[in-house]
């Protein structure tokens, strides 16, 4: 399941699942929650110690996440 696909797939009710991920994810990696959701939208691909990160954070590998990355579509 690719990352913008796992991230749709999480709850959004109010203090949803996905709301509590975006923003672990964002401090994780540093970025602001914006970052993330432009990332879920396919608007900006998270840099590679970033995809690192978000695998770290989702417990996923990052050819299940990204596997554009292994293609070298950046």
């Known amino acids: 399941?690719?990352?913008t696909d796992y991230m749709n797939s999480l709850s959004t009710?109010?203090?949803?699942e996905k709301a509590m991920?975006?923003?672990r994810?964002?401090?994780?990696c540093c970025k602001?929650?914006?970052?993330?959701y432009n990332w879920i939208a396919g608007r900006l691909k998270p840099q590679a110690l970033e995809r690192k990160v978000i695998c770290g954070?989702?417990?996923m590998s990052e050819e299940e996440l990204f596997p554009w990355a292994?293609?070298?579509q950046q």
């Open 1 to 3: 399941m690719v990352f």
């Open 13 to 16: 009710e109010k203090k949803s």
């Open 21 to 23: 991920m975006i923003t």
């Open 25 to 28: 994810i964002a401090e994780a």
């Open 32 to 36: 602001n929650e914006t970052t993330v």
């Open 57 to 59: 954070v989702l417990n």
């Open 70 to 72: 292994k293609s070298g």
